[in-house]
Every structure is written in C-alpha cells, then in structure tokens.
C-alpha cells in the first residue's frame, strides 16, 4: 500500500519547501502541532498556493497543474464561499481519487488522519476553510457600502479588485495604479490618513493632467450635492474597502 509512504513524501516536500528560505541546518519539522488555520494554511498549503492563496507558492512553478487561487473561490461562485465545496476537495471526499497521480493537489483527509485523531483532523480542516474564506478577495457582489461605492465609481479604472486593471484602463494616459499595495508597501501599516487625502483631493497636486478625478468635490456637487458628513463617510466607507482588499504585507 502507498498508504504509508505518501503522507510523509509530501510532507516531506512541503516541510523543505517551509524551511528553506528560514535557513538550513534545522532538523525539517513534520506536523504542524497548531491547530490555528491560518498556521495550518502557512505550512501545509502556502508552498503551492502562496501565502495569499493566489497560487503563487514557491513550488508551484515546479507542479504540471497551477495551484487554484484561492482567494477567488467566492467570485467565481456568483460572490458566495462555496465552504462545502472546499472542505470536500480538501479532504477528497469530493473529488474521484485519481489512479495516476494526476493531480498535483495532495489529498488531505489521508494524509491528516495517518498522523493525528479524526477530531483533530476535523478542527484542521474546518479551520483552513474558515481561513480560505478570510482569503476571498472583495467581489462585487458584497453588501459592504464601500464595495459598492468603489464598484459605482473606481471600478471602471482601477478594476473591482483594486489592481489596476478595469475595463477603461488601457485607453488612460496613466494606467490607474494597483491600489492593493499600499499596506505591503508602507510596512505592514494601511496608511489610512493619506488615502483619505488622496481620494477627497486635499494636499494633491492640482495639476491640470490629472488622470484621476477629485472625488471630494465631485462627490460635494453630486446631484442635490452631499452634505460635507456625507462626503467624509462616503470616502471613509472608501478606504475601509481599500484597507480590506489590501495584499498583505510579506514579513
Ligand atoms: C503540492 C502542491 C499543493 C499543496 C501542498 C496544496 N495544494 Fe491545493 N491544489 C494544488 C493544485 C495543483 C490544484 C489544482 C487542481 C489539481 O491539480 O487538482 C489545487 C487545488 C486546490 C483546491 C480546489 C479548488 C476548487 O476549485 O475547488 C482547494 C480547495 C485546495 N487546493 C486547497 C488546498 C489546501 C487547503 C491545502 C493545504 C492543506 C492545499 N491545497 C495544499 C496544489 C497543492
Ligand atoms: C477615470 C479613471 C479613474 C477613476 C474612475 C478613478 N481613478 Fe483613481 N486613479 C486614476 C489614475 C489614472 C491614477 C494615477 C494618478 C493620477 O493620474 O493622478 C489614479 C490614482 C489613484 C490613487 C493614488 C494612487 C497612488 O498611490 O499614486 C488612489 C488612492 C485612487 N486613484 C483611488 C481611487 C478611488 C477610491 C476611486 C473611486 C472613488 C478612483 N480612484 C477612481 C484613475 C481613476
């Protein structure tokens, strides 16, 4: 039976994929004693799907199939987490168990199970889902005011996902940067204050070429024109949304 040896060959690649990067000369850890998801995510599931869950894991350029991103799961399901769906794929009741190693997607339900109790194994899986969930990227679809505010009025340029990449984009002088960044790039830390600035347009550079239109005013002149409360939790609601769609920062 390959029962025995499975488990602990692919744990064997992820734990060196884990550790190399922290430096060599340490004895590669197994299991992963947390049940935490996010610290089960990090050690079983981030050498393939990154991190992020975007699938940019640093042995997934090695794999035939590319790792699923992830943080995609809901949008791609009409906005809602398709929890179920996941669990099983992860535990492999949900998907046929291919005879040839066709996939490159260990099975987890067996591998966990060879090393610890099914109520374990249970809390593990639940728990990743959970973190996948946290993983889901904004879509369109959600309820959150500063969603649909960013989906009525950035969108069009910046593309629903922040990156830069909305359907007017490419007929810009300027391509609409990716606003996803910000939190990676000021170490670790949204900076909140200056977002705030940037969209009302205060402190910005007036400068005729502007690309990017001064949200403060065109929000203040709106039809029947908002009240200045209005305006500042119209652009709070703004750059909560951004906040929450940030990458987070590598550390
Ligand atoms: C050795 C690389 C590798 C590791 C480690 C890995 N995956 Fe995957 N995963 C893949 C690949 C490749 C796919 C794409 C489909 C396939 O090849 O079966 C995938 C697909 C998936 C899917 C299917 C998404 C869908 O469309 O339903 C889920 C969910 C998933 N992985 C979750 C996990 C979780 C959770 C872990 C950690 C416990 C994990 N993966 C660890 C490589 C990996
Ligand atoms: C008509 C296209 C367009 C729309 C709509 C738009 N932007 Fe922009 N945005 C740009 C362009 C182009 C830039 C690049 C800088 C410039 O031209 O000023 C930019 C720059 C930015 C920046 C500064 C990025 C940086 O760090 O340099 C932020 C923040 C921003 N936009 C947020 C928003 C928000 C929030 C909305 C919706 C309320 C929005 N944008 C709507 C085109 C647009």
Redesign the pocket.
Known sequence: MIAGVLPVCILGIVAAATLSGQGLGRTPQILSESLAGHDSFEFYCAPCHGRTGRGEGSVAPALKAKPTDLSRLAQRNAGVFPGERVRASVTGTGRPVPAHGTTDMPIWGPIFRAFESDVRVRERVANLVTHIESLQQASSASNDPGAQ??GT??A???GISGRGN?P??EQ??????D?TK?TARNGGAFPIER?RQ??DGHG?AAHG?????V?GDAFRSARGGLSPEAVKARIDA??RY?GAIQERAAE
Do not use: N, Q, S
């Open positions: 505010l960013f009025y950035c069009t340029c910046h909305g007017v984009a810009m002088r300027k391509t609409p940067p606003l910000y977002l940037i969209i910005v070429d502007r690309e990017m239109p949200w703004i750059v951004l």
